[in-house]
């Protein structure tokens, strides 16, 4: 099982070796340069797919606003039976879709299925919240009047999405935006560009079989320049953006200096706080699974573990014995629990990191280093290693998107854990093990973890889609998937009715004519 049919799996998802880069609906156009995909499994090339140019990027945008104009006066649950279709649609492709981005981001084919079922379950969601797009009515203060309020859609939404959830971060989005009127303009990362098209394709053909308007789904791709006309772009009132702070930082102020929204999921620097009173078994599984999952390059990866004095010898022993069994290679391959990095660029953000981590001070705990060899030869695969540091080093402070746990100490109470948990700029996701209520309750309450994902007795990543998504600080305080995040979809509008003969003013102003 430790390859793909690739040419199945293309024929499956209706992929070419050579795609058009641009879409509206199912309508294609391919005027740009070709880019190519190439597969850090292995390092063969997928297929390419052409830059979007400026005069396609203008076609898009007048298909997707006038989409946006019929598609605002359908009726909600209606927009929800589109997003139905399209989750049941996933449903019979998830095995092809999943091999996809398996094979073209490098995480295991169980990570890639279960990026699927994100997709599948935030359709199911968005579905439910078609029926549901609410808002309040208020007792006015004038007699014979009424007030409430109402969300309506907000327009053209504009997706920038990174390589490492090159499918369910997209579908997060659009499923929503979808049910809330809204229309998608999509830019997928440049190293997964086959996925954006494979999704690209299936929700445009659920279009087409109800005759839906083939501009309320876009797609563009090529590099910054093309996210750039979408953050310029004053008929775009919200950008949803997923990727580095350094990206997020360029987003929000050219979407800010036109005045319009931004919706930010930038990185994370996320930490398990192991109190004396952890169950060191669920803590060991956990952790590793946060730190080595998808070769630690989610948002929610774990990159601290802030172990307390009393325990950590005892933690750190059973961390290295965990480490000696892991398996890394071919994602494919269901013996493997470590996949590649995305690409070489990473191995060397990687290779950085850990040659900075020693010159600080930090000792290396278990070994990293590039494989090579038999199975190793797209240069992407690397050993997780730990490293024992203090949280104030500058590379512990920063979020390497790759395999690597700094392990760091604390004495005193979980006070002190909870000062270096929130001692980043990051605030993403947290966790503690602790089996101690009162520990618990402290790292949730107003003094506890400052991030926008806080955990007990589970680890920092594979948050569920029914909860906001998103974190604080320099992560961008954006809230995506579920609970109300859909209201950063919407307009509200506050309506006032007056059922009277007479014409009171608020605030019992007097102005007699
Ligand atoms: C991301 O890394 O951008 O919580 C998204 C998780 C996944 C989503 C991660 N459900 O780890």
Redesign the pocket.
């Known amino acids: 099982t430790s390859s793909i049919d690739l040419s199945a799996v293309l024929s499956d998802l209706k992929l070419q070796l050579t795609n058009p880069g641009t879409w509206i609906g199912s309508k294609s156009f391919s005027g740009g340069s070709a880019f190519s995909s190439s597969s850090p499994v292995d390092g063969s090339t997928i297929g390419s797919v052409s830059s979007t140019t400026e005069s396609e990027y203008e076609e898009v945008m007048q298909a997707a606003t006038s989409a946006f104009k019929d598609w605002r006066t359908v009726p909600a649950p209606k927009r929800g039976e589109l997003v139905r279709q399209f989750g049941n649609r996933l449903r019979e492709l998830k095995e092809p879709l999943g091999k996809l981005v398996s094979f073209e981001m490098g995480k295991s084919y169980q990570e890639g299925l279960g990026e699927v079922q ?1 997709m599948i379950d935030i359709c199911d969601f968005a579905v439910g919240l078609s029926r549901q797009l609410h808002g309040l009515t208020m007792h006015s203060e004038r007699p014979g009047h009424r007030m409430y309020e109402q969300y309506h859609p907000l327009g053209v939404v504009g997706i920038i999405s ?1 390589f ?2 090159p499918v ?2 997209w579908a997060w989005n659009a499923a929503i935006a979808l049910v809330c009127g809204d229309v998608c303009v999509w830019k997928p990362s440049e190293k997964t560009p086959l996925c954006g098209v494979a999704c690209q394709q299936i929700l445009a053909d659920i279009l087409e079989e109800n005759d839906a308007p083939a501009g309320l789904s876009c797609l563009i791709n090529g590099d910054y320049k093309v996210g750039e006309w979408m953050t310029a772009d004053k008929r775009i009132p919200m950008v949803s953006a ?1 990727g580095s702070i350094r990206m997020g930082k360029i987003v929000a102020q050219a979407v800010a200096a036109r005045l319009g929204k931004s919706l930010l ?1 930038l990185g994370g620097n996320n930490a398990i706080i192991v109190s004396p009173e952890a169950d060191i078994k669920m803590t060991v599984i956990g952790a590793v699974f946060g730190a080595v999952g998808t070769a630690g390059q ?3 990866s774990t990159r601290r573990l802030i172990i307390h004095e009393s325990i950590y010898d005892q933690v750190k022993e059973a961390l290295v014995e965990a480490y000696k069994q892991l398996r890394i290679g071919n994602p494919l391959d269901e013996n493997n629990h470590v996949g590649p990095l995305i690409d070489q660029d990473a191995v060397a953000s990687y290779s950085k990191a850990l040659e900075a981590a020693q010159k600080e001070g930090g000792k290396v705990l278990v070994e990293g280093g590039v494989l090579e060899g038999e199975g190793y030869q797209s240069g992407c695969y690397v050993k997780p290693a730990i490293v024992e540091a203090e949280n104030h080093f500058h590379i512990v402070q920063e979020e390497t998107f790759a395999p690597i746990l700094y392990l760091l100490k604390y004495s005193g109470t979980v006070a002190d854990a909870i000062e270096q948990q929130n001692g980043v700029v990051q605030g993403l996701s947290s966790a503690i093990m602790t089996q101690n209520l009162r520990e618990a309750e402290l790292f949730l309450s107003a003094a506890g973890s400052d991030c926008g994902i806080a955990n007990v007795n589970i680890g920092t ?3 569920e889609i029914g909860g906001a ?1 998103g974190g604080e600080k320099e992560t961008g305080g954006g809230r995506e998937s579920g609970s109300d995040a859909w209201k950063y979809y919407m307009r509200r509008q506050t309506n006032t009715i007056n059922y009277t003969t007479e014409l009171p003013l608020a605030q019992g102003i007097k102005f007699d004519l």
């Open positions: 994100e990174a490492n959830f369910a971060v997923t999921e989610r948002c929610t990543s594979g948050a998504f």
